[in-house]
Every structure is written in structure tokens, then in C-alpha cells.
């Protein structure tokens, strides 16, 4: 009802300027937006419980990560299966989290995806120690895409490595 009202006051106040649905094209992208920052705080939210779940060490910004960077953030275990995937990782590459849980970050990889730049995450995963790269990955659909990786180990509070995690970015 009350939109009813809010289109007709639109109309009143625009109705000459020639702008076509403009006023309701931005609702639906502040409404996108909202929906986007929504989901962004639940995985949060999501990140800090595994967190305080897993007992890890060293607490990460999840919150300047996604919020303010948008990266999407990929956790594993220590045997590097999925164990969470943030919600924008959708917008990335169309995979749903869910999709991709379970399975090794191998899923995103292809013809095109380098192999020395996958020897330095295999390296540093053996390691235990972090890493920064930049490779072809590619959405569900078969594009490819460039994506910069920045990984880390993950030791609970008894030094005992837990996880990984990776801040991920589609760059052009």
C-alpha cells in the first residue's frame, strides 16, 4: 500500500522530467545493495563462529575483508577440502557456497589456470606458511577469470594447524 503511494508521489514529482523509471530502477538497486551488505554481515557473523569454534589463534578482519576490500573469503581444513565459502563468491564466479563445500579450491582451476602459480600455493600449503598470487580461475560457466589470492595458515590456540583461508578478488 504504501508503495502505491511513494510511485504516485514519483510520478507527481518527476512526472516531466523524462527520466522513465529511474526512481524505481534505484530502489531496486539500493534494495540489491542492501541485500548484498546483508549477506555480507551474516558471513561474517559466520567467520567470526568458526573462528571461535576452531579455536584459532589469530583473529582476521573479516569485516574490513568483505565489507570494505569484497573479497570472498575461501576456508578450508587442513587437508585443503572447503569448509566455508562467503556468500559473494556467487558473484565472483557463480558458484553458490554450497556448491563448492566439501571440495578442494582445485574446482576453480583449468586449461588456462598456470601451473608454477599452483606449485606456489602447493608449496606454501605444505609449508604452512602464507602466500600471494595472482591466477586464471574460472567461473561455473567455463570463463576465465583472473583472480589475486592472498592465503594463510591457520593454527588453533594450541599451535595445532586447523585451517587455511584465502582472500580472493576478480581483478581485470
Known amino acids: 500500500m504504501k508503495a502505491r503511494f511513494y510511485e504516485e508521489a514519483v510520478i507527481q514529482f518527476y512526472g516531466n522530467m523524462k527520466l522513465g523509471n529511474s526512481p524505481i530502477s534505484s530502489m531496486d538497486f539500493y534494495a540489491s ?7 555480507n554481515l551474516q558471513d561474517v557473523k559466520s567467520l567470526s563462529s568458526l573462528s571461535e569454534k576452531e579455536k584459532w589463534k589469530t ?14 573469503v575461501v576456508v578450508t ?3 585443503v577440502n572447503i569448509v566455508y565459502a562467503s556468500q559473494n563468491m556467487y558473484l565472483m564466479n557463480g558458484y553458490r557456497p554450497e556448491e563448492v563445500v566439501g571440495k578442494t579450491p582445485k574446482i576453480f582451476q583449468g586449461k588456462d ?7 606456489v600455493i602447493s608449496s606454501a600449503i605444505k609449508n604452512k606458511t602464507p602466500f600471494e598470487v595472482m591466477l ?15 592465503g594463510a595458515p591457520i593454527w588453533d590456540k594450541d599451535g595445532k594447524l586447523v585451517n587455511f583461508i584465502a582472500f580472493e578478488k576478480e581483478v581485470a
Open 136 to 150: 586464471v580461475n574460472y567461473k561455473k560457466n567455463g570463463a576465465p577469470y583472473q583472480c589475486k589470492i592472498k
Open 77 to 79: 581444513d587442513a587437508n
Open 59 to 72: 583473529p582476521f578482519p573479516f569485516r574490513r575483508e568483505i565489507l570494505d576490500k569484497n573479497h570472498t
Open 113 to 119: 589456470t598456470c601451473p608454477k602459480t599452483t606449485q
Open 33 to 39: 545493495f542492501f541485500d548484498s551488505i546483508c549477506r
